[in-house]
């Protein structure tokens, strides 16, 4: 599979921004899905997961202002993004993992918020 991020920017705190992960290739419903993202000088980490059953979880820092979904027709993978910090900034990557298939990341696409 072949994952596109898209919808990053620069953003005020307490902005919001939506993110997009898109897929390509086959079968796209036999993956989780998962963002992570990573700041400068710091590991690449977690921000949210959705199973292919529909399952989500978050990273901690980001429950309640995080919304991770799927919208299988369209193959795509959403993360609403509300009450953005300026911890926050970091380049943010979609993730496909399957036990089948393998795992997959996509090119990232750059966040930022500061005033």
């Known amino acids: 599979v072949q994952l596109q991020a898209s919808g990053g920017g620069l953003v005020q705190p307490g902005g919001s921004l939506r993110l997009s992960c898109a897929a390509s290739?086959?079968?796209?419903?036999?993956?989780?899905m998962a963002w992570y993202r990573q700041a400068p000088g710091k590991q690449r980490e977690l921000v949210a997961r959705i199973t292919k059953g529909f399952s989500t979880n978050y990273t901690d820092s980001v429950k309640g202002r995080f919304i991770i979904s799927r919208d299988n027709a369209k193959r795509t993978v959403p993360l609403q993004m509300n009450s953005l910090k300026p911890e926050d900034t970091a380049v943010y990557y979609c993730?496909?993992?399957?036990?089948?298939?393998?795992?997959?990341w996509g090119r990232g696409t750059l966040v930022t918020v500061s005033s």
């Open positions: 290739g086959s079968p796209f419903n036999e993956y989780d």
């Open positions: 993730m496909a993992d399957s036990v089948w298939y393998g795992t997959y």
